[in-house]
């Protein structure tokens, strides 16, 4: 085609069509992108749904703390002056059957303190465990089955204080039927729990098929 003034009019013309477009879909799409980075306006947002369904009731209160309670301290010495017991304490665990475990066979006259639960005098059960015998003998909690309600157990803590408990019962379980909820559970004072074997002596059925378990409650301290 011939160069003529006509052509490089029309040319010009094309030229500055084109740029006027992409100046266009630039603008357009700088506003778009703009658009997209923006959080959404009160009118765009997503309506807010309002629940019909009855909320659930709030869970009860729990009860009441009730007693004195003692700060944390490990417990270094169990008596009970009515039984003749003096006896020193040592931590303890869970043995492989997560079961708590005793002090062993020839440390038989101390007692054992579970060490995953609370410390004599804390809030909730302390709880001690001992033997009742041993190839030489008695053993620590030997006469723990007849102390009486009303009398006491004192405990002497690793920071020199002495909890004072006051014994409620002493029962005799059936291991098969052992009461974990009420030795282990939660409660809403300072309590004690001193447990031991009992009731008949079966080596074919693994030992004593009982456990005696004295129950008691913070009364005081010094």
């Known amino acids: 085609m011939?160069?003529?003034?006509?052509?490089?009019?029309?040319?010009?013309?094309?030229?500055?069509?084109?740029?006027?477009a992409v100046l266009v879909v630039g603008i357009v799409l700088a506003v778009f992108g703009y658009q997209q980075r923006r959080p959404p306006t009160a009118a765009t947002a997503a309506p807010k749904v309002v629940s019909t369904t009855t909320p659930s009731p709030a869970p009860p209160a729990a009860p009441a703390v009730e007693?004195?309670?003692?700060?944390?301290?490990?417990?270094?010495?169990?008596?009970?002056?009515?039984?003749?017991?003096?006896?020193p304490v040592t931590a303890v665990g869970l043995d492989t059957e997560g079961s708590v475990?005793?002090?062993p066979p020839?440390?038989?006259r101390r007692a054992g303190w579970y060490d995953?639960?609370?410390?004599?005098?804390?809030?909730?059960p302390a709880v001690l465990v001992g033997h009742l015998d041993s190839t030489s003998g008695p053993a620590v909690f030997y006469d723990v089955g007849t102390v009486r309600a009303g009398s006491?157990?004192?405990?002497?803590?690793?920071?020199?204080?002495?909890?004072?408990?006051?014994?409620?019962?002493?029962?005799?379980?059936?291991?098969?039927d052992f009461?974990?909820?009420?030795v282990y559970g939660d409660l809403n004072r300072a309590e004690l729990r001193l447990i031991t074997c009992?009731?008949?002596?079966?080596?074919?059925?693994?030992?004593?098929?009982?456990?005696?378990?004295?129950f008691a409650h913070l009364t005081g301290s010094r």
Do not use: C, M, W
């Open 198 to 214: 009992g009731g008949d002596y079966d080596p074919e059925q693994g030992g004593y098929q009982d456990n005696t378990v004295l």
């Open 67 to 87: 007693g004195p309670l003692l700060s944390r301290s490990e417990p270094a010495t169990v008596d009970i002056a009515e039984i003749g017991l003096h006896a």
């Open 101 to 103: 475990q005793v002090p």
């Open 152 to 176: 006491t157990v004192e405990i002497r803590r690793a920071d020199r204080s002495t909890a004072v408990f006051t014994v409620d019962t002493v029962e005799r379980f059936s291991k098969a």
């Open 179 to 182: 009461p974990t909820q009420r």
């Open 116 to 124: 995953q639960g609370p410390t004599p005098g804390e809030l909730g």
């Open 106 to 108: 020839d440390q038989s």
């Open 2 to 20: 011939a160069d003529t003034p006509l052509v490089r009019r029309a040319g010009r013309r094309l030229i500055l069509a084109a740029a006027v």
